[in-house]
């Protein structure tokens, strides 16, 4: 396992952990506190454009272990499931541009009004199968994200490391998996999907699952102070010889949003280098 007690370079700050800052904003933040990546979403790079995200990245020298998000696939019609692909598309230009490792899909959930989650499942993946063509034109890799059970229904209809590692085993190369701690830690075959995921793991990302979780999508912890062993699951990532970064991304409006952003970065600073 790699030793991340003096270390900088491996935490990548995922832009929803300061949620307040612009890209121009989370760069010098990352400046000043000594960190040299970012994951960022697709707003803030949207809201400079990627022409001049690219540009701000490069010139700050910075990494960027991931951009968030594509997917969603699944919709009531074609009309729908065409205009996810095409943003699909655009999201894959927007990785392209900013020199991101790879570009996090989330699978998407029901359609409005169905029940019928079989055909979500297929959608999901026909989507992705898709959209990879033109990502391995750009040389971007997928990584589809399982997300907890929880969100099934409205946000990702893949839920766990298996599901994930099935797909990639059926779409092949230019398809890999993002692993969020926090949406997987629960799965009683966490270890052996992951030994199984090997080489397709390409992005990794911590926060922490807080007792009692007060929100299903805006309460999640800052590493330490949930009951995730971060550690333990760092080193069944690692095993699979995983070298990327490790991405701090804290959805949080009851807490971590009301704070300095400056703030914020220190403590995951301190958290990475001593739970993570
Ligand atoms: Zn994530």
């Not at 990548?12 to 612009?22: P, Q």
């Not at 010098?28 to 970012?38: D, M, N």
């Not at 034109?137 to 994200?145: F, W």
């Not at 704070?259 to 995951?268: K, Q």
Request: hydrophobic share 45%; net charge negative; charged share 25%.
């Amino acid at each position: 396992m790699r030793d991340l007690s003096s270390d900088s370079k491996l935490l990548a700050i995922n832009s929803a952990t300061v949620k307040a800052w612009s890209l121009e904003q989370l760069i010098e933040g990352c400046k000043r506190a000594g960190i040299s990546a970012i994951a960022p979403w697709r707003d803030i790079v949207q809201a400079v454009g990627v022409e001049k995200a690219g540009k701000l990245i490069r010139a700050a020298g910075f990494d960027v272990s991931c951009l968030c998000r594509g997917g969603m696939f699944p919709a009531s019609d074609a009309a729908g499931r065409r205009a996810a692909l095409e943003d699909n598309k655009r999201a894959v230009d927007e990785a392209a541009g900013i020199g991101a490792n790879c570009l996090v899909l989330i699978a998407g959930g029901l359609p409005k009004g169905s029940k019928d989650l079989g055909a979500a499942h297929e959608q999901v993946r026909d989507g992705i199968a898709a959209l990879l063509p033109y990502a391995r034109d750009a040389g971007v890799p997928l990584a589809i994200e399982p997300l907890h059970p929880m969100t099934a229904a409205d946000r990702a209809c893949v839920n766990t490391m298996g599901h994930a590692n099935n797909l990639c085993d059926e779409l092949g190369e230019g398809l890999g998996i993002a692993l969020d701690a926090y949406h997987v830690w629960w799965d009683p075959d966490l270890a052996a999907q992951i030994e199984r995921a090997g080489k397709r793991i390409v992005t990794y990302h911590v926060c922490d699952w807080l007792v009692p979780t007060r929100d299903l999508v805006f309460d999640r912890g800052m590493p330490g102070d949930g009951v995730i062993d971060l550690k333990h699951l760092r080193g069944l990532v690692e095993a699979t010889g995983y070298s990327g970064h490790i991405d701090v991304e804290i959805f949080s409006t009851l807490d971590w949003w009301k704070r300095d952003p400056d703030e914020v970065l220190s403590i995951c600073l301190e958290r990475h280098r001593s739970v993570v």
